[in-house]
């Protein structure tokens, strides 16, 4: 049971994060949130709100990467129309109401110890995509420019249609990034 707690916990931090960034999710609003009783917090969490903000951005990159890696085997531009898909289908299903929790955390912490933290999240991010995109196609010194460009892109896409609440930024971004992907693979016409 306490486990469960504790994992509770950090799951709802990263959606509280995901929708409100780092000052919306306070220790009142996970307990709120998950309705985990107010004395689980020191208890799961003795170093305070950093070190479940910390969890929370390693869980959130955690499936992140698990998803990544599911992609293993596939062309370069089927790995990056997935990476947007993903992207896509939170903003939608959530009404453009949930972002990154990691961006979330990245944009207002004000901890060295956390920044370091989602810093770890994006670097394994861009390299594990660059290493399966050069596997689905692009050349070893295309990989690590493509992969942070994947990233960025779709980061910023997902903050504009978050602001304009409409989809039609992301979309715009993503067929100019899966455009490019295309050109390098050699492959500018053929879809999935």
């Given at each position: 049971?306490?486990?469960d707690t504790?994992?509770?916990?950090i799951?709802g931090?990263?959606h509280?994060?995901?929708?409100?960034?780092l000052?919306?999710?306070s220790f009142?609003?996970v307990?709120?949130?998950?309705?985990?009783?107010r004395?689980?917090?020191?208890?799961?969490?003795?170093?305070g709100?950093?070190?479940?903000v910390s969890?929370?951005?390693?869980?959130?990159?955690?499936?992140?990467?698990?998803?990544?890696?599911?992609w293993?085997g596939?062309?370069?531009?089927?790995?990056?129309?997935?990476?947007?898909?993903?992207?896509?289908l939170?903003?939608?299903?959530?009404n453009?109401?949930?972002g990154?929790?990691?961006?979330?955390?990245?944009t207002?912490?004000?901890?060295t110890?956390?920044?370091k933290?989602?810093?770890d999240v994006f670097?394994?991010w861009?390299?594990?995509?660059s290493?399966?995109?050069?596997?689905?196609?692009?050349?070893?010194a295309?990989?690590?420019g493509?992969a942070?460009?994947?990233?960025?892109?779709?980061e910023g896409?997902v903050?504009?249609?978050?602001?304009?609440?409409?989809?039609?930024?992301f979309d715009l971004?993503?067929a100019?990034?899966l455009?490019?992907?295309?050109?390098?693979?050699?492959?500018?016409?053929?879809?999935?």
């Amino acid at each position: 049971m306490a486990k469960d707690t504790r994992q509770q916990m950090i799951d709802g931090t990263v959606h509280l994060l995901a929708r409100g960034g780092l000052q919306q999710t306070s220790f009142a609003t996970v307990l709120e949130h998950t309705g985990a009783p107010r004395g689980s917090i020191y208890h799961h969490f003795p170093e305070g709100k950093d070190q479940l903000v910390s969890e929370a951005v390693a869980a959130s990159g955690a499936r992140s990467i698990a998803m990544i890696r599911a992609w293993q085997g596939e062309r370069a531009e089927v790995i990056a129309q997935r990476f947007f898909a993903a992207w896509r289908l939170l903003l939608t299903s959530t009404n453009f109401s949930a972002g990154c929790a990691v961006v979330a955390v990245t944009t207002a912490t004000e901890s060295t110890d956390v920044l370091k933290d989602t810093a770890d999240v994006f670097r394994t991010w861009r390299e594990e995509l660059s290493s399966l995109l050069v596997e689905g196609g692009l050349s070893e010194a295309q990989g690590p420019g493509t992969a942070a460009m994947l990233i960025a892109a779709a980061e910023g896409a997902v903050v504009m249609s978050r602001a304009e609440q409409r989809i039609d930024p992301f979309d715009l971004v993503s067929a100019e990034i899966l455009a490019r992907i295309a050109s390098l693979t050699g492959s500018e016409g053929g879809d999935e």
